[in-house]
Each structure stands twice: as C-alpha cells, then as structure tokens.
C-alpha cells in the first residue's frame, strides 16, 4: 500500500470510517512494529505497536494530512519508545530471587544462537540510538531520507550522517566480530 493510500485511508479514520481504520492498520503494522522492535526490544514491540495506535487514533481527528501518515505514524512511534526508554530508566525492573541461573536454566534460557542475523541484530542494537534510529528507518525500512527526516524531526543532512556513520560504526564491528570468530583461544 502506497502513502497516498495510506493517508486516504488515515484522514477517512479520523472521520470515524472504521473500514479506514482497518486499512490504516493493515498498511502500516507490519513495518511500524519492525521500527519499534529496533527502536526498543523485540520482546515488547507488540505492546509499544498498540500504545502507538492508541495515540494516533487519538490524534487523527486533528491529522491534518501536511506529511504522509506512514511518517506521522512513525514520528508517535519514536516518542512512545523514547517514553518506554525513560520509564525503564526510572524504574529498573529487580527480581528477588537468589537462584537466578537455576531460574533461567528452567525457563529454557540456553547459549544463544550466533547466526550472522542475530549477530548483526545485536550490532545494529548497540549502534547510538540516534544513529540506530536513522540507520533503521532508511536501510531496514526503506524510507528516503526525507521521510526519515519528517519522523526524527532533524534535516535530511543529519540522517544522512546519522546513517552513514551507523554504516562506519557497523563496518567497524563487524571487523571485531569476524577477528574473534576466526582467532580461538587455546
């Protein structure tokens, strides 16, 4: 579904056509919850999907169709996971347990899988925020850099260097990772 699609779609929702709410959700949930799974945590990307359908279909009766919805959308996307950011440094989660091996060993937590993905997400994840942010929404999403410049909020020079030092900072890591992988200890 195409942007003009999206924000036709986006508009007749903020007049109460329920169908174009669907379709709005249809056309933008796959990579909404792809963003915030890179903006966040993978684990909690559905809940943070929903916070941010919730405030967009609060807004959208005021959604006055100046930039594509898509990037309308993924501007609130970026300001619920920076909100869920700031929670989780205000409140650290503790657990009271004295046996936390014994617990994670039960609940089938195991070595991790080291597949070029999952490594590659794990560099992507400890890029700076800022550069991870860019570098996602134009290399994994597919957004031009003025689009990725409508939902950060920044001009298209900064994403342009957001993203090309997410690419040095990447280059450099994956250099690391492939040293470590090749050298064994012994």
């Known amino acids: ?28 949930q796959h990579q909404l919850s792809r963003l915030l799974g890179y903006l966040s945590n993978a684990r909690i990307a559905e809940d943070l999907t929903q916070e941010t359908y919730l405030r967009a279909y609060v807004a959208l009766p005021t959604y006055g169709g100046r930039s594509p919805a898509r990037m309308w959308l ?8 920076a909100d869920h950011l700031r929670m989780l440094r205000r409140r650290p989660k503790t657990f009271q347990v004295d046996d936390w091996t014994g617990v994670a060993e039960r609940s089938g937590a195991r070595t991790p899988d080291h597949g070029r993905l999952v490594v590659l ?23 031009s850099y003025d689009e990725a410049a409508t939902v ?8 342009r260097s957001r993203v090309s030092r ?12 492939e040293v470590r992988t090749t050298v064994s200890p012994g």
């Not at 993924?74 to 996971?81: E, G, L, P, S, T």
């Open 1 to 28: 579904m195409d942007d003009t699609e999206i924000t036709r779609y986006a508009v007749l929702a903020g007049r109460g056509d329920r169908a174009a709410a669907e379709a709005f959700v249809a056309g933008t």
């Open 121 to 143: 997400r794990q560099l992507v994840d400890a890029l700076e925020s800022e550069r991870r942010e860019a570098f996602v929404l134009t290399q994994v999403l597919g957004l």
């Open 74 to 81: 993924f501007a609130i996307a970026r300001h619920v996971a």
């Open 152 to 159: 950060g909020d920044c001009p298209v020079g900064t994403i």
């Open 166 to 177: 997410a690419r040095e900072d990447l280059t450099t890591a994956v250099a690391g990772q």
